[in-house]
Antibody
Framework: EVQLVESGGGLVQPGGSLRLSCEGS????????MNWVRQAPGKGLEWVSY????????YYVDSVKGRFTISRDNARNSLYLQMNSLRGDDTAVYYC?????????????????WGKGTTVTVSS | DILLTQSPATLSLSPGERATLSCRAS??????LAWYQQKPGQAPRLLIY???NRATGIPARFSGSGSGTDFTLTISSLEPEDFAVYYC????????FGGGTKVEIK
């Protein structure tokens, strides 16, 4: 069964750090780009970060640039998100999601497998 | 950045009715847009990719159409399990999501 399982969420004080992990199974992890997507309480989905299959291309949403670092270890089938200088507006459920690029245009891209999410709460 | 605007924000319908959801992009996406369904307490689920292709296991009552800047997700006859929030998503350089449309029971 193709699966993604996140871990590492919790309660952290403003200014603190947290490292999220996402372990993939049932597929060739190293063949896929990966994403972190978050959802604040009662809000919509917000894409946070992207990493290509080889880690050569990385993107972040502006609000986390300089504070979050995405990485992956293909030997361990794992994706990570190091979150530093956490703020209250980082409070959310964080999902990892597998990215699939279509055979045609670069524009063809969707996320076909999602984990159940891990909750990050930033509060004093 | 490309902005995705979904409308309406909320759609109140009865089971058996047809649902039509809109996603408008601030610039052309050709035929490349995805749709997701999310139920309370659950992760999003891929419904449609490349504007009109159903993902694996998605019932035929879900269909997607559109190109350029205007896209539509249609649910031909709402089942009780279809009441949820729906998001569109694009990727020009990086992915972004629309704000969502909640389909609620009337």
């Amino acid at each position: 069964e193709v699966q993604l399982v996140e871990s590492g969420g919790g309660l952290v004080q403003p200014g603190g750090s947290l490292r999220l992990s996402c372990e993939g199974s049932g597929f060739i992890f190293s063949s896929y780009s990966m994403n972190w997507v978050r959802q604040a309480p009662g809000k919509g989905l917000e894409w946070v970060s992207y990493i290509s299959s080889s880690s050569s291309v990385i993107y972040y949403v502006d609000s986390v640039k300089g504070r979050f670092t995405i990485s992956r270890d293909n030997a361990r089938n794992s994706l990570y998100l190091q979150m530093n200088s956490l703020r209250g507006d980082d409070t959310a459920v964080y999902y990892c999601a597998r990215g699939v690029r279509g055979s045609g245009s670069y524009l063809s891209y969707h996320m076909d497998v999602w984990g159940k999410g891990t909750t990050v709460t930033v509060s004093s | 950045d490309i902005l995705l605007t979904q409308s309406p924000a909320t759609l109140s319908l009865s089971p058996g009715e047809r649902a039509t959801l809109s996603c408008r992009a601030s610039q052309s996406l050709s035929s490349y847009l995805a749709w997701y369904q999310q139920k309370p307490g659950q992760a999003p689920r891929l419904l449609i990719y490349d504007a009109s292709n159903r993902a694996t296991g998605i019932p035929a009552r879900f269909s997607g159409s559109g190109s350029g800047t205007d896209f539509t997700l249609t649910i031909s006859s709402l089942e009780p399990e279809d009441f949820a929030v729906y998001y569109c998503q694009q990727r020009t350089i990086w992915p972004t999501f629309g704000g969502g449309t909640k389909v609620e029971i009337k």
